[in-house]
T-cell receptor, first 116, second 117 residues
Framework: AQKITQTQPGMFVQEKEAVTLDCTYD???????LFWYKQPSSGEMIFLIY????DQQNATEGRYSLNFQKARKSANLVISASQLGDSAMYFC?????????????WGAGTKLIIKP | DTEVTQTPKHLVMGMTNKKSLKCEQH?????MYWYKQKAKKPPELMFV???????INESVPSRFSPECPNSSLLNLHLHALQPEDSALYLC????????????????FGPGTRLTVT
């Protein structure tokens, strides 16, 4: 069965420092996609970054990068030069081609708080 | 434009009321989703529409009734809800639920915070 594990329930980080949010996954399907979403207290779920299982390079989107280590089944999110506005809940999610329901499998989330 | 809109933003309803949540996207996406999210938890999938047809109903109680009038609109009709149904209801869309498109991201609306009294 597919599973996403986020082991950090909460993190405090000083503003301007880099942040790494951990995500490990489990799937038997060779074709899958990994996603990171940000959810501020306002509630909206904001798509940040996507990594496909066959992508050769790690995905990057502005200050966000995904440290994809396929052999370790790890897909950590790295936020460079953190800002106060980065304070939010962060969810790692996976979609598996073997799952005919096309569902996103979600991790439990990490609450990130950026300190000024 | 990656915008999904939802109305209303907040809704308070009694257990005997009938109300509807609305969701709209103009990105040409052919898959639309309803999620329920409790505080500090990840979203739980409720329904998936693919090309305006209901493709997934995740054993949701019949007091929740989805409707997809066209490819841009998604409604969730609510009737005789229970206090435990109070939650954030999120709508999302993606290009498709198919194989390659199914690996693509879902875009979410801002949600409707529902309180059942």
């Amino acid at each position: 069965a597919q599973k996403i594990t986020q082991t950090q329930p909460g993190m405090f980080v000083q503003e301007k420092e880099a942040v790494t949010l951990d995500c490990t996954y489990d799937t038997s399907d060779p074709s899958y996609g990994l996603f990171w979403y940000k959810q501020p207290s306002s509630g909206e779920m904001i798509f940040l970054i996507y990594q496909g299982s066959y992508d050769q390079q790690n995905a990057t989107e502005g200050r966000y990068s995904l440290n994809f280590q396929k052999a370790r089944k790890s897909a950590n999110l790295v936020i460079s030069a953190s800002q106060l506005g980065d304070s939010a809940m962060y969810f790692c999610a996976m979609r598996d081609l073997m799952d005919s329901n096309y569902q996103l499998i979600w991790g439990a989330g990490t609450k990130l708080i950026i300190k000024p | 434009d990656t915008e999904v809109t939802q109305t209303p933003k907040h809704l308070v309803m009694g257990m005997t009321n009938k109300k509807s949540l609305k969701c709209e996207q103009h990105m040409g996406h052919r898959a639309m989703y309803w999620y329920k999210q409790k505080a500090k938890k990840p979203p739980e999938l409720m329904f998936v529409y693919s090309y305006e047809k209901l493709s997934i109903n995740e054993s949701v109680p019949s007091r929740f009734s989805p409707e997809c009038p066209n490819s841009s609109l998604l409604n969730l009709h609510l009737h005789a809800l229970q206090p435990e149904d109070s939650a954030l209801y999120l709508c999302a869309s993606s290009r498709t639920t198919g194989t390659s498109g199914g690996l693509r991201e879902q875009y979410f609306g801002p949600g409707t915070r529902l309180t059942v009294t």
